[in-house]
């Protein structure tokens, strides 16, 4: 049942679908290699990667739009992995329940509750991240309740490492899907402590054992997790070797272990007139970068930017500042002047020869008083100013080269340029420049300059007279622990920086009562919204706060002095359910910290322990029950959720439905899937057959004269001949003819009849004509030629007639008098 909710029409759409956009990108850049970033690890998107290729996907469709048709990508396969682990995540909640000592009839409820969950559906019937974490995060909650219950009954024994192992091994699947698996690290820590601690506790337990116990679950939950996640991602970077829209992201030393983004060894000393190219140090903006366009305000004078890739138009040139030194001066210097700390130059941008320049004017987007406006200033022969002169200081150089904090020297010496005459410091941060400047981001000259965004190296070297066994310089290569630590920061960072909002977010208030849902898909009158089902979103609900309420009151009890926790029943469900309304709390709580955009489907995980807490809920409070009652309300509850289900489906599957049908099924304003985009009956959706049309051609009866007989007669006019009747009405079949033309594709209309005498009465004359000349030799008629294509027809062309046949000539030209054009 669960294998056919969810694949039931699964190659419906056929066209990519909500984040489709992002997730069936990723799996085009694994198998081109292209370097990406994204904010999740590695491990599903390698899963769905995987499902494409055996199914022979060459990545070359791009995913660009929500709605796009797929052509040539294999994506039922790659939609039949999330459907997959969707599916196996019904027996997974069964089984955790059983393991729980909860009753048959109660797993049977959770697992008919996963299946049919509307939103649970509706994720994992697409190339999507969130099926594989949920199932992973079942998985693992069903292997450590096993673990459990091994521990209970009598610890390391090969099944109780085999169940622990597997625990810790599915904690790094769940945490390498989505960091949200952190979450379910936070829930099975928190067990193991609690587990830890009764062990502490225990008299009769020695230290000897207690520290056996605890190195046992510290290799398994920390190590093992560690080392599958660290696994994942050196296969993420054995992958992704080549060059790819990710690389900005990431330091100029990651950038070069890529290919197609190495750099040939450099000359490690800078002199005045080298030409160099400076990267900025604290972003992943890039290159000190000009190019021929202006700021449309402020000066009107050309752009400055960071760019993050290689270009001809990050190369400029260093010089002496000091009056009366020139470019040449310094190039054809013998020996080479090296750059100093203190030292007064200017930078020429090669490729526009303007100078680098700042003035008083308010920069274009931080129109703040201590930003100044840089741009590149200057005409050729005008030598510049002294705003074009910028001091050198040096800030650190590398603890492996001495002579990088004495003097500039290439990639190993940091630095910052301070203005000559303002004494603000060249700076950029992360703010992006508008689209006339190519959102390329923002180069200021800053008063009050935080010291790391105004640091800068230079990455390029070369000096024309420069000798060729001069020392020389490139990047380390960083090792894989440098590179997974780079990136995990990347990721960090980037996660945190989503936070524009989206037509569809929401705030996780919202999510247990499900105030509204995503939509993912718009077309052809159908629609596919993230919605859940009701009746199990509210009875989950519900058991979350029944929980509290009882616990609560137990407590209070406790208070009073009861002794209910000595009560083994009580202990039973309060250790079930509160280990359950823990993994709610902690894959749920969490999300209010978070300022970044959030949607519906990151409720899911907190969603899975709240359907699992209503069914622990549900075995508590029929365990006095008969187990038919208990079985027959089951039942009921069963049914109410298929009922929900269906009522809903067709915004799960996109399936054909109308108007007034989707407003019925909007119980809740706050829903917003469009009900204009369903039509007002069934009718749109019914495709009408091809039928080639007939167009009927009213013509007056016609006498069309038949090929000719043997000569007649001279004194007998031709008129006479026996002709063929035509019908008034004929049917001629749609594309050959249109009312009131020719059946020969000609656009003359028909004569009228009048006008059909008259020339058939001058062809009988010219025929009487011609037969009294004639030989007196009887000449067979001549049939009409048939025509050499269709192509002849279509265009009007007539046949030639036989030249032999005067009688047939005479019947042709007849004919062109009727049909022109024929």
């Not at 049919?116 to 069903?142: C, K, M, W, Y």
């Not at 752009?303 to 009366?324: C, K, M, S």
């Amino acid at each position: 049942m669960a294998a056919f909710v969810r694949l039931f029409r699964i190659s419906n759409p056929s066209s990519v679908v909500f984040d489709e956009v992002h997730f069936g990108k990723f799996a085009s850049k694994y198998i081109k290699s292209q370097y990406f970033v994204d904010v999740h690890p590695p491990l599903a998107k390698l899963l769905i990667t995987l499902a494409g290729l055996v199914f022979g996907y060459d990545g070359n469709f791009d995913f660009k739009d929500i709605a796009k048709p797929y052509e040539n990508v294999p994506y039922v396969a790659m939609r039949m992995l999330p459907a997959l682990m969707g599916i196996a995540t019904v027996p997974l909640s069964y089984l955790t329940l059983r393991a729980l000592d909860c009753r048959a009839t109660t797993a049977l409820l959770a697992s008919f509750f996963i299946t049919f969950e509307n939103g649970l559906i509706t994720q994992s019937r697409h190339i999507l991240l969130d099926s594989p974490l949920i199932f992973f995060t079942a998985l693992t909650v069903f292997l450590w309740t096993g673990f459990c219950n091994e521990d209970k009954a009598e610890p390391f024994t090969e099944s109780w490492w085999t169940w622990l192992f597997l625990s810790g091994l599915s904690l790094g699947a769940v945490v390498s899907c989505k960091w949200v698996g952190l979450f379910t690290i936070a829930t099975i820590g928190l067990g193991t402590l609690r587990q830890l601690w009764l062990l502490l506790g225990d008299g009769r337990v020695s230290m000897r054992l207690f520290y056996r116990h605890f190195m046992a679950r510290a290799l398994c939950l920390i190590v093992v997790p560690v080392l599958f996640y660290m696994f994942m991602f050196w296969i993420h970077f054995l992958i992704l070797g080549n060059s790819g829209d990710g690389d900005g992201f990431m330091s100029s030393e990651f950038q070069h272990t890529l290919r197609g983004r190495g750099m040939s060894d450099t000359f490690a000393d800078v002199a005045l007139g080298s030409e160099v190219s400076l990267r900025h140090v604290n972003t992943q903006g890039g290159y000190l970068h000009s190019h021929p366009h202006v700021y449309p305000g402020g000066s009107g004078q050309q752009q400055i930017t960071l760019y993050p890739h290689r270009d001809d138009n990050n190369n400029w040139r260093i010089y002496n500042a000091t009056e009366g030194s020139t470019i040449d001066d310094d190039i054809n210097a013998d020996p080479l002047v090296f750059v100093e700390p203190g030292m007064r130059v200017k930078l020429r941008h090669i490729s526009t020869d303007k100078a680098l320049h700042s003035h008083d004017f308010r920069p274009p987007v931080s129109d703040v008083d201590f930003q100044n406006e840089v741009s590149a200033y200057g005409v050729a022969g005008f030598a510049g100013d002294a705003n074009d002169d910028w001091i050198v200081e040096i800030k650190e150089g590398d603890r492996k080269d001495k002579q990088s904090s004495k003097r500039l020297r290439t990639l190993h010496t940091k630095f910052r340029l301070r203005h000559y005459l303002t004494g603000c410091y060249l700076f950029s941060h992360k703010v992006k420049l508008p689209e006339w400047a190519y959102e390329q981001q923002e180069v200021t000259c800053n008063k009050n300059a935080v010291m790391d965004n105004s640091l800068w190296y230079i990455e390029t070297s070369v000096h024309p007279n420069q000798p060729s066994d001069s020392e020389k310089v490139n990047y380390r290569l960083p090792g894989f622990l440098s590179k997974f630590l780079e990136l995990q920061q990347v990721m960090w960072t980037t996660n945190a920086g989503l936070t524009d909002r989206h037509t569809y977010d929401s705030r996780p208030a919202s999510w247990p009562r499900l105030r509204r849902g995503i939509n993912f898909w718009v077309k052809d009158h159908r629609q596919i919204y993230l919605l859940g089902n009701p009746m199990i979103w509210y009875l989950s609900t519900g058991a979350v706060v029944f929980y509290l309420a009882v616990r609560g009151l137990l407590v209070l009890r406790a208070k009073r002095g009861f002794r209910d926790f000595e009560n083994t029943k009580v202990v039973k469900y309060d250790s079930l359910c509160g280990f359950l309304f823990v993994g709610w709390a902690l894959h749920y709580g969490p999300f209010f910290l978070m300022s970044r955009q959030l949607f519906l489907h990151h409720y899911f995980p907190a969603l899975y322990f709240a359907i699992l807490l209503c069914c622990g809920v549900f075995d508590l409070v029929t365990s006095n029950l008969k187990p038919k009652i208990r079985l027959q309300i089951a039942a009921v509850l069963i049914i109410l959720s298929i009922w929900n289900f269906v009522h809903l489906s067709p915004l799960a599957y996109g399936t054909q439905w109308t108007r007034s049908k989707c407003e019925h099924a909007k119980w809740l304003s706050t829903w917003d899937f469009s009900c204009n985009d369903f039509p007002l009956t069934y009718d749109v959706y019914t495709p009408t057959p091809y039928v080639p049309q007939a167009v009927v051609v009213e013509n007056p009866k016609i006498d069309i004269p038949a090929p000719a007989p043997p000569a007649p007669p001279a004194n007998e006019p031709v008129i006479n001949a026996a002709q063929p009747d035509i019908d008034s009405s004929t049917v001629i079949p749609f594309g050959q003819a249109e009312p009131g033309h020719n059946v020969f594709g000609g656009n003359e209309p028909v004569q009228n009849a009048e006008s059909h005498e008259a020339a058939l009465e001058a062809a009988a004359q010219e025929s009487q004509a011609k037969a009294s000349s004639a030989d007196s030799e009887d000449i067979a008629p001549s049939a009409v030629p048939e025509p050499q294509n269709d192509e002849d027809i279509l265009a009007g062309e007539s046949p030639v007639p036989s030249e032999l046949d005067e009688e047939a000539l005479a019947a042709d030209k007849v004919r062109a008098e009727l049909f022109p054009d024929a």
